[in-house]
């Protein structure tokens, strides 16, 4: 059954039952998973498709959805975009490494050099930057890795790595102030710079601990930074608190910790973490 026939299916199940229905039983009804229904509700909502989730009752179908949805038509088969990623095991790369494991689809990778073919003239005219990570999907070129996290959860909306269009305010913001603010001030505290305060209003960065002390708010007493759900956001800010725990430009606090206990042994990311090890070992 193809994905398209399957969102089709969901669609006619929640219109035609009374009232709302939890997931499990709507799971059951389609023959499918759990995990497959929450990917599937998030594929819907991508599509502007909003099925509503009526709290401590389940899900319903607005009325004024029509069936079936034009998004939801038959797409004229063609062959998947080739999907390339370009990095180094000692990079920025290990965060989008994470997010391709955890979307499951087929990709190539080429390794790079620093010095040498990470600035040659075939790589700088893909990024002349001379850095990675860079991804190429088709004829579609994206650098940095915080860019590449949610260009990679919008054009794979089925692995549902990106909220709903309507609920991705803490989603866009946690996933930039970890590619702004948080990168920024431990950059700067690593090197031993400390911006007076009319630097920082300069900078635009703030101050070191003031911005962990509003991460360590935005996380407290949560597993996710946006919602309730695991998305791309959680493997780029997971990444940073991880790393920079485990090298010291991070302090342990009790807030990072336990959000960190929580997304460290996700299979997607311990098979990045195997990865690096064996690349490491094959460099000894």
């Known amino acids: ?15 035609h039952h009374t009232g709302p229905i939890g997931g499990p039983e709507l799971a059951e009804r389609l023959g499918i998973t759990l995990r497959t229904l929450y990917q599937d509700i998030a594929a ?6 909003e099925v509503v989730n009526a709290p401590g009752q389940g899900y319903v179908l607005p009325p004024e959805v029509v069936l079936p949805p034009a998004a939801l038509a038959e797409p004229v088969p063609r062959e998947p975009a080739e999907l390339t990623f370009y990095t180094n095991p000692l990079s920025r790369g290990g965060i989008v490494h994470w997010m391709l494991e955890e979307l499951g689809v087929p990709y190539r990778t080429v390794l790079l050099e620093y010095g040498t073919t990470m600035k040659s003239a075939e790589y700088l005219a893909l990024n002349p930057m001379g850095k990675v990570p860079a991804i190429r999907h088709g004829n579609v070129v994206v650098t940095e890795a915080a860019a590449i996290c949610a260009y990679l959860a919008d054009a794979f909306p089925e692995a549902g790595l ?41 900078i635009g960065c703030g101050d070191y601990w003031a911005v962990l002390d509003a ?12 919602g309730t759900a695991f998305s791309a956001a959680d493997v780029y800010v997971g990444s940073h608190l991880g790393w920079g725990m485990h090298f010291g430009t991070i302090p342990r606090r009790p807030e990072f910790e336990a959000y960190w206990a929580a997304l ?4 997607a990311r311990l098979r990045c973490e195997a990865y690096v090890e064996r690349a490491l070992s094959l460099q000894a």
């Open 1 to 15: 059954m193809s994905r398209t026939t399957r969102l089709q299916d969901l669609i006619r199940v929640l219109r």
């Open 264 to 267: 460290k042994d996700r299979p």
């Open 215 to 226: 991460l360590a708010g935005a996380l407290d007493g949560r597993s996710h930074i946006a």
């Open 44 to 49: 819907l909502r991508a599509v502007g498709v």
């Open 162 to 202: 990106a909220p709903p269009p309507a609920a991705r305010g803490d989603y866009y913001r946690w996933l930039f102030f970890a590619a702004g603010p948080l990168e920024s001030v431990i950059s700067l505290n690593t090197l031993g710079v400390q911006p007076t305060a009319e630097q920082q209003r300069q």
